[in-house]
């Protein structure tokens, strides 16, 4: 047929589409002759800087008289299409879905863009606490269900774990339903709340504290236990006569510690429970809990053997602060050498407060992480190993949503992608189920021949700024390298192996 | 290995979503909870291969069926045959004519096959098949237009009543129709039954040659259509209420020879704001009608 009816790919019945005609789904249409999905396909749109301000996209839209694409702007590589709502093709070994080429200084940069459908995909969250949240290789349930686990706990964090494929496909129907639901949730940027088993009950929202049992948490430990006394131990010299910094991972006692030696601190003859690492360290003072430093503690005096008689003295005066200067105790020996709690002195009330100031704002991150399979490489090159190996050697360089992302060495293309540096709801989910997660591959035009691209099917970014509201027009973030950069990119003429 | 089929929950937890394609089903089934998994985990693993099945024998079911037509392998096919059979020695009719009902009934059985379940019902864009055990029913609220959706009224369906296919035709709808009906819908023993049989009615509401409806040849808006070149309805001007009257009229005395073969059990025709009912819609409550509008044909 001679006309510019388009065949539609999306799903088996092939459906045969005149111009301004959907097709049987109502999903994909025929718009001037060529099949568009109807959801919006985000565009990248990167911030101009020549205003102090950025003008919101809508307004900026309605004076480009429709046009969503400026000339001049795309001749400077100032637009970037990303993967968002450029759909899939059916069935796989077709090229992705939107490969564009831009001019870049005079380069021919080529853009392929499709989105992913990851089976192999989770999260890893991390959140700022000291409180025990559970134990490693803890189940993590969203909805009842197990959808991950607690993993590795970092430097003031919590580390979770979260998706994967044994979640969401390897178990039930609804343990894989509610996987899916959780990381769709916590990719898009939106609190997902998490059980832990014999742990804490924990609010997870990329970019904002978490809630731990209820209760926000305000900032991450400044440091260990022990490296709280080394940053403050010349601010408590000659106010105070021991300091106890009480940490769930090592509680640190001044007088024992090297930078209280080194001050010239007396021993108080203080004793700790716990088992001693390195003198004035100690581990396992209690138990992992959500009160002092992250312990279990109520009263931090349990921690505390008797003070030897030999050294210690009537009246010494000794504080009890945890890592984040959240709890505290200033106590005094009596005459049998037993703390008796006292209003805490001015000055080191100070101290204290210099604690809090010095804690960041306790956060959740979550990393996105995937792997992209053979099909979707597939997508981008008849010869997909060249792909990977594109990526490794640096010529290629992968994006998410038009987000920077780290791709994990050895086999494979496996990355990570911080969630909050994509475009709003970013992520999709097909109910196999699985996340549909944007993927770009940038590269030279001539690296992208070189490894067997779709030639054929590059188009030009100016064949997709025509007319078009289903493409939804985004302000890059400032802080993402922009991809299309020669200086960020690549380096491929240093790292190119030739 | 992708899968194409989409499964969900539905935010209200209770339903379930299936979409592959032009197919989208919703689906809810009603006893103790495990039987209820049993029956949406036998309703996913049908699913998933319909569409490629129907794919399978596509060219087959859009040609027109007559009475020596061949039976296709699948089993939805075969549904959907043995539903169109009866019409195709009087009138041009596709299998395609119910695909939709066939879809939801053969859900509907591996659901009931699979568990044991008080009640349960398939969607599919409007064409139900219903489960109803002893003592069951379901309250079936109707709707005229699609794109302005308020309740016609609504309908009780008993497990005492024959009736476990429901379905709604019209030129509004998502499908082609012949005729001028904003919307038919009718009750009758099968999904895939009333799915064709309101096609077939929708189609009769018609005023041949009036100059307020503008048709398009079928091939004209999709060229691989069922329909061929037949003109299906576009656009509808306001009627005359004579003019209405006389288009319902002609639908009604169809669905009166169906429902005398007993092919349906009871239909509501709708046309501008004015409702025909044939056949006993069981308890039913007509809601947005006025009731000097309506023609009760049998009551």
Same mark, same amino acid.
């Given at each position: 047929m001679a006309d510019d009816a388009v065949r539609c790919?999306?799903?088996?019945?092939?459906c045969y589409i005149k111009p301004g005609r959907t097709g049987s789904c109502d999903r994909y249409g025929n718009h001037e002759g060529k099949l568009v999905r109807l959801d919006p396909h985000v565009v990248l749109d990167r911030a101009?800087?020549?205003?102090?301000s950025v003008v919101p996209f809508l307004e900026r839209a309605r004076d480009w008289?429709?046009?969503?694409?400026?000339q001049s702007e795309v001749s400077h590589g100032e637009t970037f299409v990303t993967a968002i709502g450029a759909g899939t093709t059916y069935?796989?070994?077709?090229?992705?879905p939107f490969i564009i080429s831009s001019q870049v200084e005079g380069v021919d940069m080529v853009t392929v863009v499709t989105e992913g459908i990851f089976s192999y995909c989770g999260v890893k969250v991390k959140i700022?606490?000291?409180?025990?949240?559970?134990?490693?290789c803890s189940a993590v349930r969203a909805e009842g269900e197990v959808v991950g686990h607690v993993t590795t706990s970092e430097y003031g964090s919590q580390m979770l774990s979260l998706g994967g494929v044994r979640h969401l496909t390897g178990g039930s129907r609804h343990e894989g339903t509610a996987t899916c639901d959780a990381l769709l949730n916590l990719c898009n940027g939106k609190a997902v709340e998490l059980k832990i088993d014999d742990g804490a009950n924990v609010v997870v929202q990329a970019g904002k504290p978490p809630i731990v049992d209820g209760a926000q948490e305000e900032r991450m430990r400044v440091g260990c236990g022990s490296a709280t006394i080394g940053m403050f131990a010349k601010q408590w010299f000659g106010k105070v006569d021991d300091v106890v910094v009480v940490d769930d991972h090592i509680t640190g006692v001044l007088s024992e510690h090297q930078a209280g030696k080194l001050l010239g601190?007396?021993?108080?003859?203080i004793k700790l429970k716990g088992r001693r690492s390195t003198p004035g360290r100690y581990f396992q003072?209690?138990?992992?809990?959500?009160?002092w430093g992250g312990t279990d503690?109520?009263?931090?005096?349990?921690i505390l053997g008797k003070f030897s008689a030999k050294k210690a003295w009537p009246g010494l005066r000794l504080l009890m602060v945890s890592t984040t200067g959240e709890h505290y105790g200033y106590f005094e020996l009596d005459e049998g050498l037993k703390p008796r709690e006292k209003e805490l002195p001015a000055d080191l009330r100070e101290s204290v407060a210099r604690i809090k100031e010095n804690c960041e704002p306790a956060l959740c991150t979550v990393l996105f992480m995937g792997g992209a399979g053979g099909s979707l490489r597939a997508g981008v090159t008849e010869n997909p190993v060249k792909l990977t190996h594109s990526v490794r050697d640096a010529l290629t360089r992968v994006t998410c949503g038009g987000a920077p992302v780290y791709v994990w060495p050895g086999g494979g293309i496996t990355f990570m992608a911080?969630?909050?540096?994509?475009?709003?709801?970013a992520f999709g989910y097909v109910p196999t189920p699985a996340l549909v997660a944007p993927i770009e591959f940038t590269l030279r035009l001539a690296d992208y021949a070189a490894l067997g691209g779709y030639m054929e099917h590059v188009r030009p970014l100016s064949s997709i700024?025509?007319?078009?509201?289903s493409r939804r027009r985004v302000t890059a973030r400032?802080?993402?390298?922009?991809?299309?950069d020669s200086e960020t990119k690549l380096d491929s003429k240093t790292k190119k192996k030739r | 290995m992708k899968q194409r089929a989409q499964i969900r929950m539905l935010p209200d937890r209770r339903r379930m979503h299936l979409h592959d394609g032009p197919i989208d089903l919703i689906v809810e089934a009603f006893g103790e909870p495990r039987e209820v998994e049993a029956a949406y985990r036998a309703a996913s693993a049908r699913f998933v291969t319909v569409l490629d099945e129907l794919c399978s024998e596509l060219s087959f079911l859009r040609r027109a069926c007559s009475t020596g037509s061949a039976w296709p392998r699948g089993a939805i096919a075969r549904r959907m045959i043995a539903a169109v059979m009866p019409y195709a020695a009087e009138c041009f009719v596709t299998p395609m004519a119910a695909v939709a009902g066939a879809v939801a009934e053969e859900i509907l059985a591996a659901m009931v096959s699979a568990a044991k379940l008080a009640r349960a019902y398939v969607n599919d864009g409007g064409d139900i098949a219903l489960h109803l055990g002893k003592g069951e029913m379901f309250v079936v609220g109707m709707v005229e237009r699609p794109d302005r959706p308020s309740l016609l009224g609504t309908t009780t369906v008993r497990s005492?009543?024959?009736?476990?296919g429901i379905a709604t035709s019209g030129w509004r709808g998502r499908s082609f129709s012949?005729?001028?009906?904003?919307a038919v819908t009718v009750l009758a023993d099968r999904a895939a039954a009333a799915d064709v049989a309101a096609t077939i009615i929708a189609n009769a509401v018609d005023l041949p040659g009036h100059p307020a409806i503008i048709r398009v040849p079928a091939c004209e808006l999709?060229?691989?259509?069922? +329909? *061929?070149n037949r003109p299906v309805t576009q656009a509808v001007g306001e009627f005359r209420q004579q003019e209405v009257n006389q288009a319902l009229e002609a639908g009604a005395r169809t669905a009166e020879r169906l429902l005398r073969i007993g092919l349906i059990r009871s239909a509501a025709l709708s046309l501008q704001g004015v409702t025909q009912v044939v056949g006993? +819609? *069981?308890?039913?409550r007509m809601i947005a009608t006025p009731i000097q509008e309506r023609r009760l044909v049998h009551a």
């Open positions: 790919d999306a799903c088996p019945v092939l101009m800087k020549r205003g102090e008289d429709g046009s969503l694409i400026h069935p796989d070994y077709k090229p992705a700022d606490t000291d409180r025990h949240l559970g134990a490693e601190v007396p021993e108080t003859g003072v209690a138990e992992p809990g959500t009160s503690l109520e009263d931090p005096l349990t911080d969630v909050t540096r994509m475009p709003q709801n700024s025509a007319e078009n509201e400032e802080d993402n390298p922009w991809p299309l | 005492t009543d024959p009736v476990r012949l005729g001028i009906a904003d999709a060229p691989d259509n069922d +329909l *061929g006993a +819609l *069981g308890e039913s």
